[in-house]
């Protein structure tokens, strides 16, 4: 039986897109590969087109109908908040929470005003709680964030009887769906920063910076150790592929202002160091990660790095590029373990230098990564890495305790959300309304109903 799938991405989906609605897009492809009938939806633009499935914008009206077509729902982000009608268990509901949102905004919010950055947080923190709670099944990005987001479930009572009973190890409800990397190899049509930017020549060494410049990112540790390397070795280049985001509703942040300001400091602004002021279109990455030599990811040491999956390192290796990256994320034990390049510790400029120096310029040593990245890769295949979500649509069903009709006390019909701060100049409160919603303090319990 040919099921009918709908996935909804609240990204921009066109020649230039961002991982939210490379991942959707990614998720159509291999779900129309194994015979269902998909229809891919943006909440905010669309502008692609497939042989194989449907691309549209949808405002609501719109998307009531695709919903009342569909035999599941797949979406991400802020959906449910945008579309709270789609709570109703008419609806079998997949949320791909691979992006732990809640983590991510403590450093994104850290440019707003202290109300604004407590607002963002709840009302981010609530919108995952509403999406788990009311799930039929998830995706997550690792096993390490599949622990993580079992301690939320566990705090939200989704981990209950009826969903034990029916699956003692809860993967029919949770499991993981990497990010994952194109099943055909990369091909280069023209060069994309070799020979083509002024400043970077055809025999110059270029180190990417495969994505967009966030606050939870350390780029000025990567431009000082660039700044120091590249005084030994002057055929050194760092190349930013993304600075403007396809979203734009993704501005700008503090730390790629930052970025551009140091690399002017050092006197490395277009002579060492290189910004694409732009978004390369999907279609046509190959063609810069193909004139890379080596892909870098630097991060701090915080929360949001534990938990993250960076969706820029599965570019790296679809590239086969080698990998210098740093350490306290789910990729660098995957980097330790297959040999895929250096991992460092968290702001340390001398072993950032000295890691990119001995992948890049001790001989030999490029190419021996470059196979285990390319044996690496092949386990990252799209087809491969979104078997779990395959075997869903093809059997999709509503969680065990959503059949139960299992009541907590957050999800009775009372309205509002609330937080209130004191400190912030006196007091400070907020209010959240949330259609059937509630939070409370009250302890109550409701059994199984039905």
């Given at each position: ?104 905004v403590l450093e994104q919010g850290k440019d707003l005003s202290a109300e604004d950055r407590y607002h963002l947080s709840l ?199 080698p990998i210098v990256s740093t350490d306290g994320d789910t990729f660098a034990s995957i980097i330790r373990e297959n040999d ?111």
């Amino acid at each position: 039986m040919e099921r009918k799938v709908l996935i909804i991405t609240p990204d921009s989906i066109g020649v230039k897109m961002a991982g939210p609605a490379i991942r959707a897009f990614e998720m159509a492809k291999v779900l129309a590969a194994a015979s269902a009938d998909v229809r891919l939806v943006s909440t905010v633009y669309a502008e692609l087109s497939h042989d194989a499935f449907s691309i549209e914008y949808a405002p609501e009206a719109l998307m009531r109908s695709y919903a009342n077509w569909a035999d599941v729902i797949v979406f991400q982000g802020h959906v449910l908040a945008s579309f709270p009608w789609l709570l109703d268990p008419r609806y079998i509901l997949v949320a791909d929470i691979y992006d732990p949102m809640h983590l991510e905004v403590l450093e994104q919010g850290k440019d707003l005003s202290a109300e604004d950055r407590y607002h963002l947080s709840l009302h981010t923190a609530e919108v995952l709680n509403v999406q788990i709670e009311r799930a039929d099944f998830m995706l997550c990005a690792s096993e390490k964030q599949r622990d993580f987001w079992l301690g939320q479930l566990a705090g939200l009572y989704r981990i209950n009887p009826a969903t034990y009973d029916d699956d003692h190890s809860l993967r029919s409800l949770l499991d993981v769906a990497p990010f994952g990397i194109e099943d055909s190899a990369p091909v280069q049509t023209r060069h994309g920063i070799k020979g083509v930017v002024p400043g970077i020549s055809e025999t110059d060494t270029v180190v990417l910076w495969g994505g967009g410049i966030y606050n939870w990112f350390d780029p000025l540790t990567l431009i000082r150790a660039i700044n120091a390397l590249s005084k030994r070795h002057p055929d050194l280049r760092l190349f930013f592929l993304g600075v403007k985001h396809p979203n734009p509703s993704v501005p700008e942040m503090a730390v790629s202002l930052r970025t551009r300001e140091l690399a002017a400091e050092l006197g490395l602004l277009d002579t060492v160091v290189f910004f694409n002021e732009g978004w390369v279109p999907y279609d046509e990455r190959s063609n810069f990660l193909l004139d890379a030599d080596l892909g870098v990811s630097t991060h701090f040491d915080h929360l949001e790095t534990a938990f993250s999956f960076r969706t820029r390192i599965l570019d790296y290796l679809w590239a086969s590029l080698p990998i210098v990256s740093t350490d306290g994320d789910t990729f660098a034990s995957i980097i330790r373990e297959n040999d895929l390049g250096r991992v460092v510790p968290p702001e340390d400029v001398a072993a950032l230098e000295s890691a990119l120096e001995d992948v890049l310029y001790k001989e030999g040593e490029k190419e021996r990564i470059t196979a285990n990245v390319q044996k690496y890769a092949s386990k990252m295949r799209w087809s491969l890495v979104l078997a779990p979500l395959v075997a869903f649509c093809a059997a999709p069903r509503r969680a065990a305790d959503n059949i139960r009709k299992v009541i907590t006390p957050r999800n009775v019909e009372i309205h509002e959300l609330r937080l209130r701060v004191d400190g912030l100049e006196g007091s400070t409160s907020w209010r959240i309304t949330r259609p059937l919603r509630w939070f409370t303090t009250k302890v109550r319990s409701r059994a199984l109903r039905g």
